[in-house]
């Protein structure tokens, strides 16, 4: 089973999270936390990697909806978007929502689920268009 929406994109890292940031608030995502992993690990670990962040995105009424339906789905809520160099590139990922449908097998879940896919998809999206003007 695939767990993510991926798109490869030409512009620059740095280019990229702010374009990310942006398109995800557009579509009613904010940032709530932001990991650079590349950082942590040279700082922690002294091992150097391509730039890599994630950022924790949260839409506050699909997070609710999904939370009032069972408690311990924060463990999936589609929070993670990964920003990486990948060669060339610059890749974006986001969970697939679908992911907490599967895993909990809780029906309830699927509306949340789709909208949130809709909106990622969106953003996702966004960003390719961008990327081909």
Do not use: W
Not at 40 to 65: F, Q, S, W
Not at 75 to 93: I, K, Y
Not at 119 to 126: F, G, P, T
């Amino acid at each position: 089973m695939r767990y993510d929406r991926t798109v490869h994109l030409e512009t620059d890292f740095a280019t990229t999270v702010a374009r990310t940031r942006d398109a995800l608030a557009e579509q009613g995502f904010g940032i709530l936390t932001e990991i650079d992993v590349t950082a942590t690990l040279k700082a922690k670990l002294h091992h150097d990697m391509e730039d890599y962040v994630i950022l924790g995105a949260c839409n506050p009424p699909l997070a609710h909806r999904a939370l009032e339906t069972d408690r311990s789905i924060g463990l999936l809520l589609p929070c993670n978007v990964v920003v990486r160099r990948d060669g060339d590139r610059t890749a974006v990922q986001a969970l697939d929502p679908s992911t907490m449908v599967a895993l909990s097998e809780l029906e309830a879940l699927r509306p949340v689920a789709e909208e949130a896919a809709r909106r990622l998809d969106a953003a996702l999206a966004s960003l390719t268009a961008a990327d081909d003007s």
